[in-house]
């Protein structure tokens, strides 16, 4: 177990002017630690985090951003990829009990290949969540799962405003759980979006007939595709 008082309780990357990278491989662990950002890993500008070969980030907590993993840009981008059935699971924070991201469209932030965010739980005393993921910024996601994870709004993703992006394309999304909006996906603002493509997203319930278990947008002008052969279903109340 490890801790940190500000940020990365078990990992700090940072590049800056230099591109720092640090992969987790061949069923490595970081598990239990804690911090105020990133319980597990913390990253900031121009650096690069690789999750694959059953790498897994487990019980780990963060009293505001990022149980698993925090990620922020503020100077230069940054690249975090997860496949190769790496895992983040069992983590909690305020917002992004997984993973909390907030990045400029310059950063990379990838899902592929049956890597798996799920069974996290995100607080969200201020009305947030994100119990997978708590998004500000661009997510491409190519198969794997987010699952069984907890939040008040976007139990398995929270799409912030900021003009942030979810595509994904093929994969799953379901067996979340959240207490006022969008069990599988929340999208906050107009300037957010989501688009789907050969992908299932069921089995998400919510606490709030009217609210999506499925999917739920705050703005009438946020954007939804739905394309391919996609199954959405199941908006359940718990």
Sequence with gaps: YCSAIDSGGGVYVTGEDNLCTFEMLYSANITGCSAGNGGGVCMNSGSSFTMFGDSKIEKCKSSVEGGGVYVTDSSSPC???????????????????????????????????????????????????????YLYGNLTMEGGTISGNEAPSGAGVYVRDGSSSFTMNGGKISDNKATVSGAGVYLSDSTSSFTMTYVTISNNLVNNENKGASIYYNSPNATVNLLGNSIVTSTSEM
């Design 79 to 133: 690249t975090f990829k997860m496949l190769y059935s790496a895992n983040i699971t069992k983590c909690s924070a305020e917002n992004g009990g997984g993973v909390s991201y907030y990045c400029s469209p310059d950063s990379t932030f990838e899902i592929l290949e049956n890597a798996e965010i799920s069974n996290n739980i995100a607080y969200g005393n201020n009305g947030n969540g994100g119990g997978g993921i």
